[in-house]
């Protein structure tokens, strides 16, 4: 699992996809927090709710991207039957690209502390910020994003065209984060229910255990598919 990890980061700092999505959202998500309307300033509060009202849409965006290539690519280059070869287990594979991707998100994250030291340094006095808002918030953006993955690694396992593979991982994540709120029956099941609990600061074990529970279905999906598709 450890070499699938390893791979995945390498093609991924090497390319010129990875290292756009990564300008991309630390461009736009300080454009959205520091100049457009709505800004943290305008707030008034040394807080960072903005940015974590934000960060799932562009998360939502941005993970299909990073994840269409995972298996789609692997099918279309025929370079999967090579991989199975090897003596890695099939879990470990799945596995090993679902950490490679949270692994990226969390090194995307990293930078972002900037911001709340940016907070800090505003607030009166300095320092003066909600520290358990802003862990229990990130707790969640992780959390949230570990479903994108497994959603966009879905659709990648899916079909074998890289853009299509993109194209269903944002339908399956809006659906996910936006269409079941729209569902009253669905609304206390669905994870913009769930991180927005989280984001409130109060990192709630069964909102964590929702995370970790879809996740675990949607690995046992993909990995359902391959044994399908290879059967």
């Not at 950490?99 to 709340?116: C, E, K, Q, S």
């Not at 966009?152 to 339908?171: E, P």
């Not at 709120?181 to 074990?205: C, F, N, R």
Request: hydrophobic share 55%; glycine share 8%.
């Amino acid at each position: 699992m450890l070499a699938i990890i390893r791979k995945e980061l390498s093609q991924f700092f090497s390319s010129f996809l990875g290292l756009g999505i990564m300008t991309a959202f630390y461009v736009l998500m300080g454009i959205y927090l520091w100049w457009m309307d709505g800004n943290i300033l305008d707030y008034g509060f040394a807080e960072m709710q903005v940015f974590f009202d934000l960060s799932p849409w562009f998360f939502l965006f941005f993970i299909p991207a990073i994840s269409m290539r995972s298996f789609a690519e692997e099918f279309e280059m025929r370079t999967f039957d090579l991989l199975r070869t090897l003596p890695i287990a099939l879990n470990s594979i799945v596995l090993g690209k679902l950490f490679a991707t949270l692994i990226l998100v969390i090194i995307i994250l990293i930078p972002t502390a900037v911001f709340v030291y940016s907070i800090g340094q505003l607030g009166s006095p300095s320092g003066n910020f909600d520290a358990s808002l802003i862990i229990g918030s990130y707790v969640g953006l992780v959390l949230l994003c570990s479903v994108f993955i497994c959603l966009s690694t879905l659709a990648s396992v899916l079909v074998s065209k890289q853009s299509l593979a993109f194209v269903i991982g944002l339908v399956f994540n809006f659906i996910c984060w936006q269409g079941m709120q729209e569902i009253p029956a669905l609304e206390t099941w669905s994870v913009y229910t769930h991180y927005q609990q989280m984001s409130k600061g109060v990192i709630d074990g069964s909102s964590v255990l929702y995370f970790l529970g879809l996740g675990l279905l949607l690995s046992g999906l993909i990995r359902l598919r391959l044994d399908l598709k290879f059967a």
